[in-house]
């Protein structure tokens, strides 16, 4: 009858934890060799974890360090073949044309890129980056328009205060075209109310405030332009 030993599970989550902030830590160090290094030798250590203290065919446990040690040398193989092609843009009896090519249309190559190759190829200087694009004129603003896409909504195409957004108001928005609306109005009231509000003037709070909108002058131009609506 075979005896199997205690597994300390506490003692292995401890070492999952510890191996964790290894894995995440050593790629933050920017150094290659070191990454490799940590990435390959965490998973080396998971790998006797599982083997020392999960595996319980005897046959599986003999071989498992071999075949872990075959895979690591198989993997080391594959990188050391691959390696020049990924990561460099010529080597001896080859030159990746589509990487030199992108290096001539500026794309810089990283660091070391292309130092200590077979065939001497210098790095192609990047080129001159391309003009930025000419910023679009800014749009003239007209009072006439923002009157049309903003104001009307409540007041109307015409300024009548009959606009779809009004059925749901109560009081209804003003009439600029009723000359009684202008009776008693001043032009620094119209003006905050429009930055400001109708609560700013004593007014409906359902007139909402359009400082964020319109500056001081563009008020007095949007102000201009409704007065004349008046009749």
Not at 98 to 109: V, W
Request: glycine residues 8%; proline residues 7%.
């Amino acid at each position: 009858m075979s005896e199997h030993k205690h597994i300390n599970y506490l003692k292995i989550y401890i070492t999952l934890v510890i191996l964790l902030a290894i894995s995440v830590a050593g790629p933050h160090l920017g150094i290659f060799w070191l990454t490799l290094i940590t990435a390959f030798g965490v998973a080396i250590v998971k790998a006797d974890l599982v083997i020392q203290n999960f595996m319980h065919l005897r046959s599986e446990k003999r071989i498992a360090k071999w075949l872990l040690v075959t895979a690591l040398a198989m993997m080391a193989l594959f990188f050391a073949g691959v390696a020049p092609d990924v990561m460099r843009d010529s080597g001896r009896n080859w030159v990746n044309d589509a990487a030199l090519a992108a290096t001539a249309r500026g794309i810089p190559p990283p660091h070391g890129h292309g130092e200590g190759e077979a065939g001497g190829a210098e790095e192609a200087a990047p080129a001159e980056a391309a003009a930025p694009a000419p910023a679009p004129p800014p749009v003239a603003f007209s009072a006439q328009t923002q009157f049309q896409t903003v104001c009307s909504t409540c007041h109307g195409p015409t300024g009548q205060g009959d606009g779809p957004g009004s059925a749901a108001l109560d009081p209804k928005p003003a009439d600029f075209a009723d000359p009684a609306f202008w009776a008693d109005k001043t032009d620094d009231v119209l003006i905050k109310a429009i930055r400001e509000g109708g609560a700013s003037v004593g007014k409906s709070a359902a007139m909402p405030a359009w400082g964020a909108l319109y500056n001081q002058e563009q008020a007095e131009q949007l102000l201009a332009f409704i007065k004349t609506l008046k009749k």
